[in-house]
T-cell receptor
Framework: GEDVEQSLFLSVREGDSSVINCTYT??????LYWYKQEPGAGLQLLTY?????DMKQDQRLTVLLNKKDKHLSLRIADTQTGDSAIYFC???????????FGSGTRLSIRP | NAGVTQTPKFQVLKTGQSMTLQCAQD?????MYWYRQDPGMGLRLIYY???????DKGEVPNGYNVSRLNKREFSLRLESAAPSQTSVYFC?????????????FGSGTQLSVL
């Protein structure tokens, strides 16, 4: 079946790195995404990775993909208070032209 | 650009009442989606429309109907609202195709069914 799983909460100290993990079941994934949702707002695309890549870096963000284990992670370096949000992992089921989301990980920052 | 516009932003219904959530996008996107967001369950796909004239069920379609009125508009209807439909509803759109699919989201509708 179609499933994307994430842990619900993560708390990190300001300035540390945050690592948010995600697992998925689709064996034919083409694109995997990370979306960010700030309070009271809709989701915004943060970054994505194509399935033939192992890693993608974009400023403070690093996405790692282990296709064999169907595991995706998002690392945020030097975490700031503005990074407080819910982060959603998502998988494109290109055969059906739809995107399936995980439950979201709420990232909170400690001073 | 307005992007994806949803109305209303808030709504309170009594059990058994009906209502329609409206969504419109001005990006000439082919695909449109309705999701519901519940605590601890992330976003679950209710219905989607891969292109004008087509609609398909998502993960949780029961109790809902949709209409793809034209390329711009995709509405979600609750015929007889139930408390289990209390949720935040998001409309989204995307260009479509086998390439990168970036979803653009509306700001959400908070619906309470009493």
């Amino acid at each position: 079946g179609e499933d994307v799983e994430q842990s619900l909460f993560l708390s990190v100290r300001e300035g540390d790195s945050s690592v948010i993990n995600c697992t998925y079941t689709d064996s034919s994934s083409t694109y995997l995404y990370w979306y960010k949702q700030e309070p009271g707002a809709g989701l915004q695309l943060l970054t994505y990775i194509f399935s033939n890549m192992d890693m993608k870096q974009d400023q403070r963000l690093t996405v790692l993909l282990n296709k064999k284990d169907k595991h995706l992670s998002l690392r945020i370096a030097d975490t700031q208070t503005g990074d407080s949000a819910i982060y959603f992992c998502a998988d494109l089921y290109s055969s059906a032209s739809k995107i399936i989301f995980g439950s979201g990980t709420r990232l909170s920052i400690r001073p | 650009n307005a992007g994806v516009t949803q109305t209303p932003k808030f709504q309170v219904l009594k059990t058994g009442q009906s209502m329609t959530l409206q969504c419109a996008q001005d990006m000439n996107h082919n695909s449109m989606y309705w999701y519901r967001q519940d605590p601890g369950m992330g976003l679950r796909l209710i219905y989607y429309s891969a292109s004008e004239g087509t609609t398909d069920k998502g993960e949780v379609p029961n109790g809902y109907n949709v209409s793809r009125l034209n390329k711009r508009e995709f509405s979600l209807r609750l015929e007889s609202a139930a408390p289990s439909q209390t949720s935040v509803y998001f409309c989204a759109s995307s260009r479509t195709g086998r390439e990168l699919e970036k979803l653009f989201f509306g700001s959400g509708t908070q619906l309470s069914v009493l």
